[in-house]
């Protein structure tokens, strides 16, 4: 498998967590790990190679990026400016390359993701799952209005990102979205996410978020939308109206099914997107949170254990 991430010196510590998940999780299958990178020292990429190559068939590819993008747009939303260099790798990786599996480095894989890796990319730009987390957070809707998505198509999360390089350079795909980016930074709320969104919404084949793009939160299923055969998850804010009432749990389970559990054990990827991140300083009290940090904490701790 080829891997891309994206990392800066703030994110190292967590990028490593996050390799060692993926390794560990495939520790016979050969995979390539493409760095983009612009801020970082030798040092900081002979320790993080140092890593990669200590284990068996993990081989490490840094790719300097260069600073011009940095000097021309701004990222927003609290995300690193290194999220876009997943645009700029499509012409930066070897021509011969067809495609890539882009991950952030703020998840842990906790199961077998080549069957994600091989999936059929024919006349599709990507494969990517829907933007559960806007679902829940209730800004999902207000995501594909910017971009002028048409309702029977969804928003995307560009976390987990498995690229079809042959169709990006043939559509010069790499040009046109930094050019729009460069025209008009301020449009795009959520940066290189949102743009891919703009562009490829009808040519992206969404793989189910549950199983590969996991992030920490509440899943309740309308008993309703069952009923007629349909799966619809409730949002926070309809969950907490509920429970701000007196008999708040007892409308909870007259009306909603609570699959948590059952979403945190089935998924190959918990990402912990916006401030969900378990070393965030921010991030409010949930209880929640102890069930999805318990994925990166056993991953730290199993880390250590082996002295990294």
């Not at 390794?23 to 612009?38: E, N, Q, R």
């Not at 842990?108 to 069957?115: H, K, P, Q």
């Not at 990319?121 to 809707?141: P, R, V, W, Y």
């Amino acid at each position: 498998m080829n891997i891309m991430i994206s990392t800066n010196k703030k994110y190292l510590p967590y990028t490593r967590i996050m390799l060692y998940s993926l390794f560990t999780s495939h520790p016979l299958v050969p995979i390539d790990i493409w760095l983009t990178y612009d801020e970082l020292e030798d040092e900081d990429i002979d320790v993080l190679g140092g890593f990669i190559d200590s284990f068996e068939s993990k081989k490490f590819h840094p790719v300097y990026v260069g600073d011009e993008l940095r000097n021309r747009i701004h990222a927003k939303n609290g995300i690193s400016i290194e999220t876009f260099y997943r645009i700029l790798a499509i012409d930066l990786l070897p021509k011969e390359m067809d495609r890539i599996l882009h991950l952030d480095v703020d998840l842990i894989v906790r199961g077998d993701i080549t069957g994600l890796y091989g999936t059929d990319l024919t006349g599709k730009a990507c494969s990517a799952c829907e933007d559960i987390f806007g679902i829940l957070n209730g800004f999902h809707k207000a995501n594909k209005f910017r971009m002028n998505i048409p309702e029977n198509y969804t928003y995307f999360n560009a976390g987990v990102l498995l690229m079809n390089l042959d169709f990006l350079r043939e559509h010069n795909a790499s040009e046109v979205m930094l050019e729009r980016v460069y025209i008009d930074n301020d449009r795009y709320e959520y940066n290189d996410q949102d743009v891919m969104n703009e562009m490829f919404f009808d040519k992206v084949r969404i793989e189910g978020w549950d199983i590969y793009n996991c992030p920490p939160g509440w899943y309740f299923l309308s008993k309703s939308a069952l009923d007629e055969g349909k799966v619809e998850f409730a949002d926070y804010n309809t969950i907490t109206a509920i429970r701000s009432h007196m008999h708040g749990q007892e409308e909870i389970d007259a009306q909603y099914i609570n699959v948590t559990n059952k979403i945190y054990d089935n998924a190959h990827i918990i990402h912990y997107m916006g401030d969900t991140k378990p070393w965030s300083t921010t991030r409010n009290d949930a209880e929640i949170f102890k069930l999805f940090d318990s994925a990166f904490n056993d991953t730290e701790a199993a880390m250590k254990r082996m002295r990294w």
